[in-house]
């Protein structure tokens, strides 16, 4: 099948991108990676900060970049839920290392990123910027060509589509299939967290969301030191297309008056975060939804394949955006080994195989985000909803409720496929 002497071409430069770049040359698979921008420089805030859970550190950990990315990060275990009187209600974990293996990190997007790239390039893996993809001009059961935007084409044994939720290989893969907003935002900003009036007598502990008839404020500390604050709401906004998202987020006053909307009903620790808007701080992240994928990889050749964002855009709820991708390109990294020192593998199969596994992964993961989101409603709405279609910690009887999330078993689901498949071929 896939021999080592062909090469595989990863479109998108993000992490998705690069974290594939990494997984296939771990495993003595020649890559290159295309990025539509001109360079991975920008200021380590430009693109907001992000959760990490064990499932993704060990990957991470695996590339032999966690502790780089631990000194770059805020440690924590737990995001809490506080009601209006700032009483806990509940915790949620997103790690831990005494059940999982690791402790959850939160980090820039940027300085991981910029993490990615260094360690890509210190495997002198090819990244070539300045490459907007456009078409797929020819696909062949051995070999798919590409355009770009510049005229050039390229030529790969398999082409990895990991360009987001605007992904356009999406459209060769699944033709027709729409994203779709759904109606909702995220308003976020960075303050000082030395500027927040945290009650000493509330026992406060972050991650927190607090929930009022306001909806909820998320706080989340940045930097190692946690000595900025991430605050965030979610807002209602109708659809717009990217020059109105354009003059939304250009509109900081607008953004500011949309935060700070009835603000006498938050508590006065978030009140206090409402104080002195760092308006270049601001941004918004609409929440868009993927419909389930009849297929993640073309239909006729299986020579084109979509991941991460490109193929299930997860709502931030459950902070798992970023360890699926992870996920997604590790366990196809995996397959595509095993392709190669298994002539007697199917290509189509293992295709198949991988999207069946992942795609019931993202699925488990929906009724979790249903499950989360639901606690950020106000509690009398909660009250009337099915004990279903709630999270709640049972941590203390069952230490191992989020095992199943946090310590994926990816390594021995594919062996456990490929064995099974080379053991029918003798």
Not at 59 to 69: H, M, N
Not at 152 to 169: K, Q, V, Y
Not at 189 to 195: D, H, L
Request: aromatic share 8%.
């Amino acid at each position: 099948m896939l021999s080592s002497t062909e090469n595989v071409a990863i479109i998108g430069g993000g992490l998705a991108g690069m974290a594939a770049a990494l997984a296939l040359h771990e495993l003595s698979i020649p890559c290159s990676v295309y990025e539509m921008r001109d360079t991975n420089a920008a200021p380590p805030t430009s693109s907001g900060a992000l959760m990490l859970s064990p499932n993704s550190l060990r990957i991470l950990d695996r590339f032999g970049l966690y502790s780089k990315v631990e000194k770059l990060s805020y440690v924590f275990d737990y995001v809490y839920y506080k009601n209006a009187d700032e009483e806990t209600i509940d915790r949620y974990p997103l790690g831990g290392a005494q059940a999982f293996g690791y402790n959850a990190l939160r980090v820039y997007r940027q300085d991981l990123l910029d993490t990615l790239y260094s360690a890509c390039s210190e495997r002198k893996i090819p990244i070539h910027f300045g490459k907007k993809f456009t078409e797929v001009v020819d696909e062949t059961e051995a070999h798919v060509v590409f355009k770009f935007a510049d005229g050039t084409t390229e030529t790969a044994s398999l082409l990895i589509g990991s360009d987001g939720i605007h992904s356009r290989l999406r459209d060769y893969v699944a033709p027709g299939v729409q994203k779709k907003f759904i109606g909702l935002a995220a308003l976020t900003w960075e303050t000082k967290t030395a500027q927040l009036r945290i009650p000493p007598e509330k026992d406060y502990k972050f991650p927190v969301s607090v929930l009022t008839a306001n909806g909820v404020c998320v706080l989340a500390p940045q930097k190692p030191d946690g000595s900025a604050m991430l605050a965030g709401t979610q807002i209602l906004l109708g659809e717009k297309d990217r020059a109105e998202w354009s003059k939304l987020l250009a509109d900081k006053e607008g953004l500011v008056e949309r935060a700070t909307a009835n603000i006498e009903v938050w508590p006065d620790l978030v009140k206090s975060g409402m104080e002195n808007i760092d308006r270049d701080t601001m941004n918004v992240w609409p929440f868009y939804a993927i419909p389930r994928l009849p297929n993640w990889t073309s239909p006729k050749h299986h020579r084109v394949v979509i991941l991460g964002d490109a193929a299930h855009a997860i709502p931030p709820t459950t902070g798992q955006g970023a360890s699926q991708a992870f996920e997604d390109v590790m366990s196809l990294a995996l397959l595509l080994s095993a392709l190669k020192e298994n002539r007697g593998l199917q290509w189509v199969e293992a295709l198949e195989f991988w999207q069946e596994i992942r795609q019931d992964r993202i699925d488990d993961l929906l009724v979790l985000t249903k499950q989360l989101n639901n606690k950020r409603l106000p509690l009398e709405k909660q009250a009337l909803l099915d004990k279903n279609d709630l999270w709640f910690d049972e941590s203390a009887e069952n230490p191992a409720q989020m095992a199943w999330l946090y310590t994926p078993k990816i390594e021995e689901t594919v062996k456990a496929w490929v064995d099974e498949r080379v053991r029918d071929l003798h």
